[in-house]
């Protein structure tokens, strides 16, 4: 573990994920932060500095109640790093596999929290393209969406080429199976699932391998019955297949936030009907480019029987 970061002095090793290791600091002020260092032998790698310098500059476009704010980083240095407000509470994903599902009342404040959350980040111009339990930290004060490392930024380049496959399976929309570029309705999407998993612990596409996953979210709808009636209706108007059924934040907040009062929240208006189709040919790229798929999932640190799980299933 290194003694310091950057201006920063390190008091504790916090985890690591496919890019790098994350720490909890201090600044000479004493104020705690988040520092996220890359890997050393990513660091040597251009591609991925050119990632993480894209999620710096997502992460600093937002700067909300919910999110976790950048104070600092450097991109350019021997071994990159990012500096975020630290946020002290267990990830989503953690607190319910420890505790359980959240109650009713629970998940409708989690849901306001990430629809405002929302609303500042498509204000910044990006699409969160990874809103998954993992990435939404529970602070004292409501959710803390964190992680920019895929994100779409309007102003910048594409991430990958057209076609490419990015997110985690088990949250991901029906638009990103099928390598559609990015919108701010695909979040919306996500948002739905992890509503669903905060109050159930499962998934409404239900279990089996992250094809079966990816197959049952692009081809077959939700199961929403396990989900309490204040909630039932808002989480499948999320995970409508098409993108233009779901409700905008704006509508979600509305619908959770505190102007609903304490009662069971409004559903948004009921989709209007549409069948989607399994990898569905994009005007103009084609058909879907496994190959560019192959290499996004490789590049997001996914399996190979994942790549091939989903090469058998797209054929």
């Not at 950048?70 to 607190?95: I, R, Y």
């Not at 009662?263 to 989709?271: E, I």
Request: glycine share 10%; charged share 20%; with cysteine.
């Amino acid at each position: 573990m290194p003694t310091r970061v950057g201006p920063y002095q390190v008091a504790q090793f916090l985890g690591e994920g496919g890019m790098g290791s994350v720490y909890l600091a201090h600044s000479r002020g004493g104020r705690p932060v988040a520092v996220k260092v890359i890997r050393p032998e990513l660091a040597r790698e251009p591609s991925f500095r050119h990632r993480f310098a894209r999620e710096v500059t997502a992460a600093r476009a937002v700067n909300g109640a919910y999110t976790a704010p950048v104070v600092n980083a450097d991109t350019e240095c021997e071994q990159p790093w990012l500096a975020t407000v630290f946020v002290s509470g267990p990830s989503l994903w953690q607190a319910v596999r420890a505790n359980g599902p959240l109650t009713p009342e629970q998940v409708r404040r989690l849901g306001a929290g990430l629809a405002e959350a929302l609303l500042d980040i498509h204000a910044g111009g990006i699409v969160h393209r990874d809103l998954k339990p993992q990435n939404v930290l529970m602070d004292t004060t409501g959710p803390r969406v964190i992680d920019f490392g895929i994100a779409h930024v309007t102003d910048l380049p594409p991430l990958t080429d057209p076609g490419a496959l990015l997110g985690t399976p088990h949250f991901m929309s029906p638009e990103q199976i099928k390598g559609s570029k990015p919108t701010t309705a695909s979040d919306v999407f996500s948002f739905g699932l992890v509503l669903s998993f905060a109050a159930t612990d499962r998934s409404p596409f239900g279990t089996g391998s992250n094809a079966q996953l990816l197959y049952r979210i692009a081809h077959t709808e939700p199961d929403v019955r396990s989900l309490p009636d204040g909630l039932r209706v808002l989480v499948a108007a999320c995970l409508a297949k098409h993108p233009g059924q779901r409700p905008t934040p704006a509508e979600l907040l509305d619908a959770l936030g505190h102007r609903a009062g304490p009662g069971a929240p409004p559903a948004p208006p009921a989709p209007r009907p549409y069948t989607p189709t399994l990898w569905e040919p994009q005007p103009r790229h084609g058909a879907v480019d496994l190959a560019r798929n192959a290499q996004a999932l490789l590049t997001d640190g996914l399996t190979d029987a994942l790549l091939i799980e989903a090469a058998g299933h797209g054929s």
